[in-house]
């Protein structure tokens, strides 16, 4: 059965064997810390703000950092990231505002961005349809004999869409340099792995498409940067995409409107807690002697003033334009979106602006 657990062997794994990895220093560990605390901040940071009707539904990541932050850290600044809700703030990895990603789940224009600016193309919330979008421009950048690469996010349940099928397809026989991350937590909303394909593993699926899939412990930061950096270099070497299934388990609900008691097996998400990638990678930090707590209370310190900040300049944007809702949309707009608009204004009064 598909169904797959943490130990299984063919995971590859870095911290639980204590190996250490080529060209990653104390300066690359730290550097790692710091994503993924800024990350894990972000993450918890945003459930209050939800709870206090500051931000909108909100699409938790707890115990997703490793896979975001150890997949970027083997990019280049010029690489190209195609993040799906469950990264939406994988943009702060390149240097964007939290009050960015902040605004864009209070549904606020100041959390849209032009994606030429940080390299990141905007958070896609229907499934996989990014996957095509992202073999299209790592084949363009081949095209152009550019060095640049794309990855594209996406879940387990992504992998029964169709268009991950034809971005994947795309891309191998295109040679396009892109990375498939798969973030296999083994839930879609509550139809759980087994449900969704007959595969022994996701990784499997790379072989139809032919390009190698590697299986990765995803609450293993270096290991899945190790398996990205990789990917990366095949991808500059011309040798095309590759496939990288990252399995960890849910260990939150699907986002902030659900309520997986109905579904989950409550023991698994207990132990996941447990063996969360922040804490798991702290520790290996310890035992090397990289990390002692006054940094890493430094470290929390800086995130949560970030965080801090960027509230206060989200929820400082004013209202904005309710026009926006009808603007973008048609060259030629029909003559009911006037009268549409002025109703709006109306219903908004001195609220909408
Ligand atoms: C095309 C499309 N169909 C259905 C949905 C509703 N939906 C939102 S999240 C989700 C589950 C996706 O699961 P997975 O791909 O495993 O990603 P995860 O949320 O676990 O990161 C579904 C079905 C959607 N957003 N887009
Ligand atoms: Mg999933």
């Known amino acids: 059965m598909a169904q797959v657990a943490q130990g299984e062997p063919e995971l590859r794994r870095v911290i639980d064997e204590d190996r250490e990895?080529?060209?990653?220093?104390?300066?690359?560990?730290?550097?790692?810390?710091?994503?993924?605390?800024?990350?894990?901040?972000?993450?918890?940071?945003?459930?209050?703000?939800?709870?206090?009707?500051?931000?909108?539904?909100?699409?938790?990541?707890?115990?997703?950092?490793?896979?975001?932050?150890?997949?970027?850290?083997?990019?280049?600044?010029?690489?190209?990231?195609?993040?799906?809700?469950r990264e939406s703030a994988i943009g702060l990895l390149r240097g964007m505002a939290p009050s960015t990603v902040?605004?864009?789940?209070?549904g606020h224009p100041a959390g849209w961005w032009n994606p030429a600016d940080y390299n990141v193309a905007s958070i896609c919330v229907p499934i996989a349809t990014h996957v095509p979008h992202a073999a299209g421009l790592a084949w363009g950048k081949k095209l152009k004999g550019e060095h640049a690469c794309a990855i594209v996010y996406f879940g387990d349940g992504a992998t029964s869409e169709g268009a991950f099928h034809e971005g994947a397809n795309f891309a191998g026989v295109m040679q396009a340099p892109l990375i498939l991350f798969c973030n296999n937590n083994q839930w879609?909303?509550?139809?759980?792995?087994?449900?969704?394909?007959?595969?022994?593993?996701?990784?499997?699926?790379?072989?139809g498409y032919g390009m190698?899939?590697?299986?990765?412990?995803?609450?293993?930061?270096?290991?899945?940067?190790?398996?990205?950096?990789?990917?990366?270099?095949?991808?500059?070497?011309?040798?095309?995409?590759?496939?990288?299934?990252?399995?960890?388990?849910?260990?939150?609900?699907?986002?902030?409107?659900?309520?997986?008691?109905a579904y989950i097996d409550l023991e698994r998400v207990e132990e996941e807690?447990?063996?969360?990638?922040?804490?798991?990678?702290?520790?290996?930090l310890e035992r090397l002697g990289v990390l002692d707590p006054a940094h890493a209370e430094g470290v929390r310190a800086e995130a949560q003033e970030?965080?801090?900040?960027?509230?206060?300049?989200?929820?400082?944007?004013?209202?904005?334009?309710?026009?926006?809702?009808?603007?973008?949309?048609?060259?030629?707009?029909?003559?009911?979106?006037?009268?549409?608009?002025?109703?709006?204004?109306?219903?908004?009064?001195g609220a909408g602006g």
């Open 21 to 85: 990895l080529d060209g990653v220093g104390e300066q690359e560990l730290l550097d790692l810390y710091r994503s993924m605390v800024l990350l894990r901040t972000y993450d918890e940071r945003s459930l209050v703000y939800h709870r206090q009707g500051r931000i909108g539904t909100y699409a938790i990541f707890w115990n997703h950092e490793a896979m975001q932050a150890g997949s970027v850290y083997a990019l280049a600044d010029d690489d190209w990231i195609f993040p799906s809700y």
């Open 102 to 106: 902040l605004s864009w789940w209070r």
């Open 188 to 207: 879609a909303i509550s139809t759980p792995l087994s449900a969704q394909t007959r595969a022994e593993t996701l990784a499997d699926k790379a072989v």
């Open 212 to 261: 190698p899939g590697v299986r990765v412990d995803g609450g293993d930061v270096l290991a899945v940067y190790e398996a990205t950096r990789e990917a990366v270099a095949r991808a500059r070497a011309g040798d095309g995409p590759s496939f990288i299934e990252a399995v960890t388990y849910r260990a939150a609900p699907h986002a902030t409107a659900d309520d997986p008691r």
């Open 273 to 284: 807690r447990k063996r969360e990638c922040v804490g798991r990678y702290e520790a290996y």
């Open 306 to 349: 970030l965080m801090r900040r960027g509230i206060a300049q989200a929820e400082a944007e004013p209202p904005p334009d309710p026009e926006l809702l009808f603007a973008h949309a048609y060259a030629d707009p029909p003559a009911s979106f006037g009268s549409d608009l002025e109703e709006l204004r109306r219903i908004l009064g």
